[in-house]
């Protein structure tokens, strides 16, 4: 037996063993090309929990291989797909494969297919993948196009010029001489002409023959034979319900076909039919508007009265052109309940359990999960034995998916419809039963019954997996199912407008995979979903032992996933919905989820004051960038004005949300920093960006991971994984377009009234019709005609507004944001720093906490150097220069780098604050010596003697300043001059009358005071006499006395006024 870990170990060493790269878009039509070899693996990146190790992140691409469960046992024998085959049991070999289909299905198929050749014949390259190719999925980078060994390159435009056409797929297949064609589902997998044409080419269709296809394809088709075979059915336009209208039934004919006089009569051929086929049915329930070729959404509306009808039928009829349309009751408090079949060419068929798919919006699916638990499990056998009986009474061969609407109160159900084709939630069925469904296919295309298929006969606990022993399917029971698994749509989709479809660019998918959880994805990194492409671009898969657990490991790997690009997704709505009791209790139904959305009872919420702040962060980021590009497009233009360089530190937003106009004024501190002011309310913020993009905020006391994106229709920030659309202000009387597509019509005349809610108009985007509403009332007047491609943003039409005093007023906003008001805890030398580039601080507290913040004498001289020293380097390039010059010199030497140009000018340009940093400094001189206990360094004296040498005006207060702590330190110190001056005092030369005269004495009355206390009484005597005579020096002093009288130094004089004659001089007594 073959562990799981031997199966990732495969799995890997497969992808080291060959891979695709990217292509150069072709132009001609029909020529093929091959994707050649890279490093990357065949697989893409992994993405499988279930087998592989948790933990990558998609970033190129985010694919993963398609079968859950590894096979028990590796082939015993089998060394070619010829050998393979006959040992089998089948008659075709399949070695190359044209894959009709793109996006999701083109891709999950490669993938699938190359797990089980790899496995079965250690050869991923076993068989060979030919693709079709439109311009547009080749410039959306689209994955299965780098999947695939060639592509070839088919018309853009609508699915029926590629796709859908059966012309070009069958004239493809036989150019590419391929063995088979794998439709997939969409485009024209349910078009019997393409496998009865490929079969007269003799080209395998992977799928059911054209007739079978005919038949089950077509929903009125299906629902005779349904009836035929004793399915309940609920009442529709074959059928009533009344005592006499009996069910329709029908025998096939020769041709395989329903007769085509039973087949109208379940038929509305026109919107008067339908009316009359409602009004029979009843609208009490509800009715559904069906295209009998429709599927995934598209074909079906419902309404509840006839005026809808009328309207809702157009839709149908323009969005499955050419299809029958039927009618039918809906089934309320319906469970949408699928089992999924497959039948081989031998006559089998086998139920290979089935999926619950009752959370719909529109009728099309957000998830998915099996083993259906809200059916009990006999009422789940009886309709997987009904689906089998069905399929295997028309010699239905291939994948396909038998339809139930179950009510849970009553344990009724009643067949709905039967899919001739794979669906896109197949994986969860692969999840629960361990089979590789595209593999499965591809097996019974080659002939093989689906009792020698290993995988079937694993499932049905058959003990050899590559016996050849029959199993009676009708019999027969497989083994019970223990996991659940849950599947969930990624789509490009806005929920907050009913889930219209976007399209768009695609940067990046960041997916977590996690030990329960695994995805697959149809873009790649720099990919993108196009107009004419599906909405759906992912799908992701979590297991779990019951459903609970499956519902949290979704839960988990959601709230972790993150989708950067144009387009918008509803992956924040879908945990949402998944944290829901309704879905928790699996209380839910098919209208559950529509519901909601027109309650709009779930929403992703976040306080506004919060989103406010985050969308002016992103903002502000964003303009930074764009003023630094501006200025840096100017230099390289050879302009040198730097009038735009201000405007990048110190700027105003304004931010409008839910009717409130936020005015921010936002002032640079440091590159990191923005600090945001608002009517009183200052907030600073630390902003950085990580390497994909997103911004890091921090503020408020909180961090917040911040991206936003600019549209047509305003800001759409996603906010810790959280998306809000922050709309522009638009003029109310004019109607734009929110999606991107085309015009399929007006709703009313040129010049007729609207009102407000009433839809206007139905376009056609990403393959679905939508009307678009009225946001006022008023008149319209058309401003396009229908057919004119659109863009979201566009003007659709104009409205003279019925009553424009209802308009709402954006008001301003005042008062208090509901967001702490925060500071960044800046380190002081740091600040300096910042200061000295040209950012906003309060240079005196910066200086005095810089150096409160160093420890020694060495750190602070250190600090002090640098700081004069970066003050000259930036000014000395521009003292006595031009500025044009130096901005020119600058640009000239840093061509590749003008951040530098930037960053040199916005520093200068802020010289003004700049010098009051410098000037606070030398301030911080004066407690030097008190607060270190040592002298100025000569290293920081130089550093002011560079400051003093500097000439311009704009520095003289510095000069100044510079100039005079250089003076000063230059005079010895206070201890010297001391010393120097005792010694003089018990000089005998020393003349006293003299000295205390000496212009050296600057500092003699403090130094004189000094020694009084001296212990030499000569030294105090003379100081004493010193010190009178250098206080009276503007006096003449004739007689002077020291002497000790009682213990103390006396002092006693006489003194004259100097500028008396001598003869008129009066003599004075002092006495110290």
Same mark, same amino acid.
């Given at each position: 037996m073959t562990s799981r870990s031997g199966y990732a170990a495969a799995a890997l060493a497969l992808l080291a063993l060959s891979g695709v790269s990217s292509f150069a878009p072709q132009h001609s039509h029909f020529a093929p090309k091959t994707v050649e070899s890279s490093t990357n693996g065949v697989f893409g990146t992994i993405k499988s929990a279930f087998n592989f190790a948790p933990g990558n992140i998609a970033k190129d691409t985010s694919l993963s291989a398609a079968t859950l469960d590894p096979p028990a046992t590796a082939s015993p024998s089998a060394q070619t797909i010829e050998e393979y085959v006959t040992a089998r049991g089948g008659d075709r070999p399949i070695r190359k494969v044209l894959i009709a289909n793109n996006g999701m299905a083109a891709t999950k198929s490669i993938l699938s297919m190359r797990q089980w050749a790899y496995m079965e014949f250690g050869d991923e390259k076993a068989i060979q993948f030919v693709a079709m190719a439109t311009p547009e999925d080749l410039k959306a980078n689209a994955e299965f196009i780098r999947l695939a060994d060639s592509f070839v390159e088919v018309p853009a435009g609508k699915n029926l010029n590629n796709y859908a056409n059966v012309d070009i797929i069958t004239k493809l297949a036989k150019e590419q001489g391929v063995d088979a064609v794998w439709p997939g589902w969409g485009h024209a997998s349910e078009n019997p002409k393409l496998p009865a044409t490929l079969n007269e080419m003799g080209i395998k269709f992977i799928g059911p023959t054209g007739p079978v296809m005919s038949v089950l394809g077509d929903k009125i088709a299906a629902n005779i034979l349904a009836q035929t075979a004793k399915v309940p059915s609920i009442p529709w336009s074959g059928s009533f319900g009344g005592p006499d209208d009996g069910p329709l039934q029908a025998n096939l004919n020769a041709e395989g076909t329903i007769p085509e006089e039973i087949f109208e009569l379940g038929t509305t051929r026109n919107v008067e039919e339908a009316v009359v086929a409602a009004a029979r049915i009843g609208y009490e329930n509800g009715i559904m508007i069906k295209a009998s070729e429709g599927g995934g959404g598209k074909g079906i509306r419902f309404v509840d009265n006839e005026a809808d009808l009328r309207n809702a039928y157009v839709q149908v009829s323009n969005e499955v052109i050419g299809s029958p349309i039927f009618i039918m009751q809906l089934c309320k408090n319906a469970r949408h309940i699928e089992v999924q079949i497959v039948g081989d060419q031998h006559g089998n068929a086998v139920a290979l359990n089935g999926r619950d798919c009752s959370t719909q919006r529109r009728f099309q699916k957000i998830f998915e999960e099996g083993p259906p638990a809200i059916v009990p499990k006999e009422t789940f056998h009886e309709m997987e034995l009904a689906a089998q009986r069905l399929t295997q009474n028309i010699g239905y061969q291939g994948a396909g998916t038998v339809e139930y609407l179950y009510n849970a109160d009553t344990n009724d159900y009643y067949f709905l419809e039967l899919n001739p084709r794979l669906q896109v939630e197949h994986p969860v069925t692969e999840g629960i039963t361990g089979? $590789?469904?595209?593999?499965?296919?591809?097996?019974?295309?080659?002939?093989?019954?689906?009792? $020698?298929?290993?995988?079937?006969?694993?499932?049905?606990?058959?003990?050899?997996?590559?016996?050849t022993d029959p199993i009676d399917f009708l019999e027969e029971r497989y083994r019970d199912i223990d996991v659940h698994v849950i599947a969930a749509r990624i789509t490009a989709e806005n929920p907050d407008e009913g889930f219209k479809p976007t399209s768009g660019s695609i940067e990046r998918i960041k997916f977590q995979s996690t030990p329960n959880v695994w995805g697959y994805f149809s873009v790649g990194a720099n990919g993108g979903i196009h107009e004419f492409a599906d909405s759906q671009f992912g799908h992701l898969f979590a297991k779990g032992p019951d459903r609970e657990s499956a519902r949290k490991s979704l839960v988990l790997a959601l709230k972790e996933m993150e989708v950067r690009g144009d387009i918008r997704n509803s992956v924040e709505y879908l945990v949402k919905l998944l944290e829901t009791e309704d879905f928790k209790q699996n209380t839910i139904d098919t209208s559950w989820l529509d519901g909601i959305i027109k309650e709009k009872s779930v929403a992703v919420e976040m306080p506004s004051h919060l989103v406010v702040v985050g969308a002016a962060v992103f903002k502000a980021f964003e303009h930074v960038k764009t003023a630094t590009e501006d200025v840096k497009e100017s230099l390289r233009k050879g302009q040198v004005g730097t009038g735009g360089i201000p405007a990048i530190n110190s700027f105003n937003i304004e931010v409008a949300y839910m009717d409130t106009k936020y005015p921010f004024h936002v002032e640079r501190i440091s590159p990191e920093v923005y600090r945001f002011t608002l009517d009183g309310n200052v907030i600073d913020a630390e902003v950085?960006?990580?390497?994909?993009?997103?911004?890091? !905020?921090?503020?408020?006391?909180?961090?917040?991971r911040i991206i936003g994106m600019d549209e047509p229709l305003g800001l759409r920030l996603s906010m810790d994984g959280n998306t809000i659309l922050m709309p522009t202000i638009f003029d109310p009387s004019e109607l734009v377009s929110d999606v991107t597509g085309k015009v399929v019509r007006y709703l009313q005349d040129n010049g007729a009234p609207v009102e407000e809610g009433q839809p206007y108009v139905e376009v056609e985007a990403m393959k679905m019709i939508m009307p678009i509403k009225a946001s006022e009332s008023g008149k319209i007047t058309h401003n396009l005609s229908p057919g004119s491609v659109i863009n979201a943003g566009d003007l659709l039409a104009s409205l003279e507004l019925k009553d424009p005093s209802k308009v709402k007023k954006i008001e301003t906003f005042e008062g208090q944001l509901d967001i702490a008001?925060?500071?960044?805890?800046?380190?002081?030398?740091?600040?300096?720093? $910042?200061?000295?580039?040209?950012?906003?601080?309060?240079?005196? !507290?910066?200086?005095?906490?810089?150096l409160d913040s160093v420890s020694d004498s060495s750190a602070a001289a250190e600090l002090l150097v640098s700081t004069f020293n970066e003050f000259y380097r930036v000014e000395s390039t521009h003292d006595g220069q031009i500025a044009d010059d130096v901005v020119r010199t600058l640009t000239k030497a840093n061509v590749e780098t003008l951040d530098v140009v930037i960053a040199e000018s916005t520093a200068h340009q802020q010289v003004a604050l700049r010098s009051e940093l410098v000037l606070a400094m030398i301030r911080q001189l004066d407690t030097f010596t008190d607060r270190f206990g040592t002298s100025v360094s000569e290293d920081v004296l130089a550093a002011l003697d560079t400051l003093a040498s500097m000439k311009g005006k704009a520095y003289g207060e510095i000069i100044l300043a510079a100039e005079e702590k250089v003076r000063e330190a230059k005079v010895p110190s206070f201890d010297i001059r001391l010393a120097e001056l005792r010694a003089k005092l018990i000089d005998s030369e020393t003349d006293f009358e003299e000295l205390s005269k000496s212009s050296t004495l600057s500092a003699g009355v403090d130094l004189l005071t000094n020694l009084l206390d001296d212990e030499d009484e000569q030294v105090k005597a003379a100081a004493m006499e010193v010190y009178t005579r250098r206080v009276y020096r503007t006096y003449a002093v004739p007689s002077l006395t020291v002497e000790n009288l009682d213990g103390r130094l006396s002092c006693s004089f006489e003194f004259q006024f100097a500028d008396v004659p001598t003869a008129e001089r009066v003599t004075r007594n002092g006495f110290f």
């Open positions: 089979t $590789n469904l595209p593999a499965t296919q591809l097996q019974v295309a080659m002939g093989i019954p689906l009792y $020698n298929i290993p995988a079937v006969r694993a499932l049905y606990n058959k003990p050899d997996l590559y016996g950085t960006e990580t390497a994909e993009g997103a911004l890091l !905020a921090d503020f408020g006391g909180e961090s917040h008001e925060s500071s960044v805890d800046m380190d002081p030398i740091k600040a300096v720093a $910042n200061i000295l580039a040209g950012y906003k601080l309060d240079a005196e !507290a910066v200086a005095q906490q810089a």
